[in-house]
């Protein structure tokens, strides 16, 4: 399973927007925030790893 790192750029509602950091991309997830931690604010660093997101 791979390991991927993110940014919280925006947070709109119930979605937020995360850019990648551990490679170089312009792409914008967009991810409902149900799944990711409840304590997350623009700039909060998320790994997702085996389908799970979590705050580092």
Avoid at 20 to 35: C, G, M, N, Q
């Amino acid at each position: 399973m791979e390991t991927w790192y993110y940014d919280v750029i925006s947070i709109d509602g119930d979605y937020a927007y995360l850019k990648r950091t551990d490679i170089e991309s312009d792409d914008i997830k967009l991810v409902a925030r149900a799944l990711l931690p409840a304590e997350i604010s623009v700039g909060t660093k998320i790994k997702y790893e085996f389908f799970q997101y979590e705050i580092i």
